[in-house]
């Protein structure tokens, strides 16, 4: 079945560091990958996505690539500020038909950043 | 757009008591899913609707639980009776098309405590 292996937290950074969170999929085809972001007290949002391979998504600088020869999405940010702080989550749909309905998701990394 | 509506945020009760959550997904969209989050599960879905029809709830712990969305505008889940294992955050998430790369736009989320 499908499934998300991500990097264990928790993580704590220094402002201004650089951030990497490793996450590995396991899928049949070609999924779509997420990376969702969830702020204390607060739902998830989505932050970026990347649908098929070597595509890049990228938003509020954190950038993900869609390795398809590594089965990776890992997160990156050059310069992370402490409003950054918060749980990532990746994440993975099959592209159609029932699989494309279920929002498979890593444990989740939980992020500090402090001054 | 006010987004994915939930209600309420907050929920304390007695083990055996009936809980009912509550949510307002956003106009036009035409799927509807539960999660819930729990520290040692993670994310799990636990059902979703297709135009206000139930498509898949093998995810529902078990008969105590039920959902219902009796229109595009409203949907519960109930907990009856309620075990302190129901104890996590209950995520209503909303979402348009079947795509597998379409976003899910997620409420704030219900925190349940069951004594």
């Known amino acids: 079945g499908n499934s998300v292996t991500q990097m264990e937290g928790p993580v704590t950074l220094s402002e201004e560091a650089f951030l990497t969170i490793n996450c590995t999929y396991t899928a049949t085809g070609y999924p779509s990958l997420f990376w969702y972001v969830q702020y204390p007290g607060e739902g998830l949002q989505l932050l970026l996505k990347a649908t098929k391979a070597d595509d890049k998504g990228s938003n509020k600088g954190f950038e993900a690539t869609y390795r398809k020869e590594t089965t990776s999405f890992h997160l990156e940010k050059g310069s992370v500020q402490v409003s950054d702080s918060a749980v990532y989550f990746c994440a993975l749909t099959q592209r159609a038909g029932q699989g494309a309905q279920k929002l498979v998701f890593g444990q989740g990394t939980r992020l500090t950043i402090n001054p | 757009d006010a987004g994915v509506i939930q209600s309420p945020r907050h929920e304390v009760t007695e083990m055996g008591q009936e809980v009912t959550l509550r949510c307002k997904p956003i106009?036009?969209?035409?799927?509807l899913f539960w999660y819930r989050q729990t520290m040692m599960r993670g994310l799990e879905l636990l059902i979703y609707?297709?135009?206000?029809?139930?498509?898949?709830d093998s995810g529902m712990p078990e008969d105590r639980f039920s959902a219902k969305m009796p229109n595009a505008s409203f949907s519960t889940l109930k907990i009856q009776p309620s075990e302190p294992r129901d104890s996590a955050v209950y995520f209503c998430?909303?979402?348009?098309?079947?795509?597998?790369?379409?976003?899910?736009?997620f409420g704030a989320g219900s925190r349940l405590t069951v004594l």
């Open positions: 106009s036009g969209h035409d799927y």
């Open positions: 998430a909303s979402r348009q098309g079947a795509a597998g790369a379409n976003v899910l736009t």
């Open positions: 609707f297709n135009n206000n029809v139930p498509i898949d």
